[in-house]
Nanobody, 115 residues
Framework: QVQLVESGGGLVQAGGSQRLSCAAS????????MSWYRQAPGKQRELVSA???????NYADSVKDRFTISRDNAKNTVYLQMNSLKPEDTAVYYC?????????WGQGTQVTVSS
């Protein structure tokens, strides 16, 4: 059973930075694709960024040049560095692990950006 635990959320002012972390249990992390999603109140969950097992990354247009995803296979952890935060980045951020056709989700961490 894979467990994902996010951390690093909280309240930040517009223009500020925050780093989210997601630690995965088990030994499959290094072969898994990892992603960050977010869900704002009244909106659908959306993909923010993803990183493959080989390190290739992609980003939603709304966060390009502001957010950076990275992974540390030795620590079974994926990160999301968020810079130049905007009020519209306010959401619950979820970590996702994809492997062998299955999806695993973390519990989510709230990020609130004040104007």
């Amino acid at each position: 059973q894979v467990q994902l635990v996010e951390s690093g959320g909280g309240l930040v002012q517009a223009g500020g930075s925050q780093r989210l972390s997601c630690a995965a249990s088990g030994s499959i992390f290094r072969i898994s694709a990892m992603s960050w999603y977010r869900q704002a109140p009244g909106k659908q969950r959306e993909l923010v960024s993803a990183i493959t097992s080989g390190g290739s990354t992609n980003y939603a247009d709304s966060v390009k040049d502001r957010f950076t995803i990275s992974r540390d296979n030795a620590k079974n952890t994926v990160y999301l560095q968020m810079n130049s935060l905007k009020p519209e980045d306010t959401a619950v951020y979820y970590c996702n692990l994809k492997v062998w056709g299955k999806d695993y989700w973390g519990q989510g961490t709230q990020v609130t950006v004040s104007s």
